[in-house]
């Protein structure tokens, strides 16, 4: 009995198929593919199996009882001429492809039936996360290549530097703000530069050593399973305290040309994060308070030392290792001292919109004890609602 097996693919993965998919391939007489430029004939190739592109035919005349199915002339047309083949061949596998539809397949499928073709479908299964990411490398290469987008393919490495930035601090936004749309949007974006550097590093003629997207991830790969022995080897850890000492400690060993304490640490980070990691620094090399009381004792002499400053150059340097004092105690009880200064500014933002909605007079005409009575209430208010 003639019998048509229909295997499904993922556009996301052309040339990939699951086992069991492979396994109907290599058990038919004939394998049929919609077009030329199928991305599986090579593969087809390789394996040494019979294949062939359906024929073009010209669309043919359809009955009453197909224009009440929807079927589209062209559709029945290469569906009719599948089922001859299967009809002369015995078992046949038709691979689909990108340009073969819903209204397609429901074409075929009714055709197989009338000519009595006995039908089995070989679904692809579950596709593994990621393969949308693969669909971005392609769309950013199409933007990039000839013909695509002009203001893409004048970017550079460098140009694109202030865009990373301020996709990254949207991120940081929308992770304050806890919507989980726009942090999938935001990581997107993020996304969407990693690509886009990586494409321009593959494609630069002028570059002493190119990289791709693959190098880029590779690379990232071998750094994750190095510096988790605890995971991909026999290390033992007791708890997230270790794992993080010996990510320092495997980071030291890869990179020994990093002989100095501070070697390694980015100064053009946010001046809060840079001093915290200075400090965590030189922490471990054994300059730290060794009570909490004492960082706060420090803070103390700060300010004293800056209410005592006799001009503005002294005042700018006191004022700094104030905030330095500051982000010792922080990170002493592991507060991040950005996040926290960032809710900080929300909180005022957040309170002086409402007094500025609540002042019954022009802001000019309210005097200090106006001011506070309206901050108190927005503070209340704002209490009361957690």
């Known amino acids: ?61 359809l009955s009453r009882a197909d224009l009440l199915s929807g079927l589209t002339p062209t559709d029945k047309a290469k569906a009719t001429s599948i089922v001859d083949r299967v009809r002369a061949e015995g078992e046949v596998v038709y691979l689909f492809g990108t340009g073969d539809d819903d209204g397609f397949t429901r074409t075929l499928g009714m055709e197989a039936a009338r000519a009595g073709v006995e039908t089995e479908v070989v679904y692809f299964g579950v596709r593994p996360p990621g393969t949308r990411l693969l669909d971005l490398v392609r769309t950013e290469q199409r933007l990039l290549a000839p013909g695509g987008c002009p203001w893409d393919r004048e970017q550079d490495h460098r140009s694109l530097a202030p865009y990373a930035v301020e996709e990254v601090y949207e991120l940081l936004e929308a992770i304050e703000s806890g919507d989980p749309d726009a942090i999938r949007e935001e990581l997107g974006d993020v996304l969407l530069q990693v690509v886009l550097h990586a494409q321009i590093a593959a494609q630069d003629p002028a570059a002493a050593q190119r990289f791709d997207i693959d190098d880029v991830a590779a690379g990232i790969i071998d750094k994750l399973v190095r510096r988790h022995p605890h995971v991909f080897a026999d290390a033992k850890v007791s708890g997230s305290a270790e794992v993080l000492a010996n990510w ?134 704002e209490q009361t609602t957690r």
């Open 1 to 61: 009995m003639a019998r048509l097996v229909l295997v499904d693919t993922a556009d996301e993965l052309p040339g990939l198929l699951p086992l069991h998919a492979w396994s109907a391939l290599m058990s038919s007489d004939l394998v049929l593919l919609g077009t030329a430029d199928h991305p599986f004939v090579a593969h087809l190739a390789m394996a040494e199996l019979r294949y062939e592109v359906v024929a073009g035919v010209g669309a043919g005349a």
């Open 248 to 381: 320092e400690q495997l980071k030291a060993a890869e990179k020994p040309e990093r002989s100095r304490p501070f070697d390694g640490v980015p100064a053009a980070q946010p001046a809060l994060a840079y001093v915290e990691k200075l400090q965590s620094r030189a922490a471990t090399t054994g300059f730290d308070w060794e009570l909490d009381a004492e960082a706060a004792d420090r803070i103390r002499l700060e300010l004293e030392e800056f209410l005592t400053a006799g001009d503005d150059a002294e005042r700018e340097r006191e004022i700094g290792d104030l905030l330095m004092s500051v982000v010792g105690l922080a990170r002493r009880h592991q507060v991040d001292p950005e996040m926290a200064l960032r809710g900080a500014a929300r909180r005022f933002r957040r309170r002086f919109e409402a007094v500025v909605a609540a002042a019954d007079r022009p802001l000019a005409e309210l005097d200090r004890s106006d001011w506070l009575r309206l901050w108190d209430a927005a503070k209340a208010a």
